[in-house]
C-alpha cells in the first residue's frame, strides 16, 4: 500500500548531511512532503539517488540567489511550505590569532549568512498563509565559552539571534522559530575530531553523560519542534548537548 503525504511541507537546509538526512528521514516516516538543498558533489549525487522520494535542489547554501530559487521552487510545487529547517553547519576551531580575514568570512558565510538565505526565502510564503515554523542549528559553544570555538560561538550566536528576531517580528502571523544547540555530534561534519582516537575521549569526556551525540537524537527532536504539538513554542533556544552547556559532574576520585 503506497501511503499518501500529508500536507505538511518541509524544506532542509544541508538535508544530505547528517543531522539533515536524519531529520529528513523522520518527517518523511511521519508522511511530511520533504525537499531539500545541498551542495555539488559526489555525496550529493548519490544522496540524490537514494532518495527519489525528496523534492531535492542543488544549491550551494552560501549563494543567495540559487538559495531563493531552490526554496520558492518547492513552495511554488507543493502549493506553500510549513516548516524550514536549516540543518547547515561546519566544525572550525582555532583560536582568535590564527583565523585568517579568509577563514572568518568564509565560516560566517556557510553558517550565518546562509541560514539568512534561507529564512528570507521562506517567509514569503509563510507570511501568504499566515503560518510556518523555522528550525535552527548553533551550538553549545554559542551558550558557554569554549576554547578556540571563537569562529563557531559568534556564528552561531548570529543565529540564535537571527532566530529570535524571526519570531518576535512574525509572531503576529502564526509565524514560529526556534534553535537547537548541540554538542558534538557524530556526524561526517565533525570527522576531524571523531576520526580521532585521543580527539574523539577527549569530547566525549567534555560531556558530563561520557559521549557525543546521535543525530537521530537531534532529529526526533527537531521533528517534534516543528510539529503542531510544539505550536506554542516559539523564540526559543533548546540544548541537546549531553549536559556540556548545563552542569558539572560530580568528579570522579581515582585510587
Known amino acids: 500500500m503506497v501511503q499518501t503525504k500529508t500536507s505538511k511541507r518541509v524544506f532542509i537546509g544541508g538535508i544530505a548531511g547528517g ?3 536524519s531529520i529528513a528521514a523522520n518527517l518523511s516516516s511521519q508522511n511530511w512532503t520533504v525537499g531539500g538543498m545541498g551542495r555539488p558533489s559526489k555525496t550529493w549525487d548519490a544522496f540524490r539517488e537514494a ?6 535542489h ?17 513552495a511554488k510545487e507543493n502549493g506553500g511550505l510549513d516548516a524550514c529547517i536549516h540543518a547547515v553547519g561546519s566544525v572550525f576551531l582555532k583560536p582568535l590569532h590564527m583565523i585568517t580575514d579568509e577563514e572568518w568570512t568564509a ?18 510564503p509563510m507570511r501568504r498563509q499566515k503560518s510556518g515554523v523555522f528550525l535552527f542549528f548553533s551550538s553549545v559553544a554559542s551558550e558557554i565559552g569554549i576554547s578556540n570555538h571563537e569562529s563557531v560561538g559568534a556564528a552561531k550566536g548570529g543565529v540564535t539571534g537571527l532566530a529570535r528576531s524571526i519570531a518576535a517580528t512574525y509572531a503576529s502571523l502564526g509565524i514560529r522559530a526556534n534553535v537547537i544547540a548541540p554538542g558534538l555530534v557524530d556526524t561526517p561534519a565533525a570527522s576531524m575530531l571523531t576520526s580521532s582516537e585521543q580527539a574523539l575521549r577527549i569530547s566525549e569526556k567534555m560531556h558530563p553523560l561520557g559521549r ?3 543525530p537521530e537524537e537531534l532529529a526526533s527532536l527537531a521533528s517534534w519542534l516543528v510539529s503542531d504539538e510544539a505550536s506554542w513554542m516559539t523564540g526559543q533556544v533548546i540544548p541537546m548537548d549531553g549536559g556540556m552547556g548545563a552542569i558539572v559532574p560530580k568528579p570522579r576520585v581515582q585510587g
Open 107 to 124: 565560516y560566517l558565510d556557510a553558517n550565518l549568512s546562509s541560514a539568512f538565505y534561507a529564512a528570507r526565502a521562506a517567509i514569503g
Open 51 to 56: 532518495h527519489p522520494d525528496y523534492q531535492l
Open 212 to 214: 557525543i551525540g546521535k
Open 58 to 74: 542543488e544549491a550551494e547554501g552560501t549563494d543567495s540567489g540559487a538559495v531563493t530559487a531552490a526554496v520558492k521552487a518547492f
Open 19 to 21: 543531522i539533515g538526512s
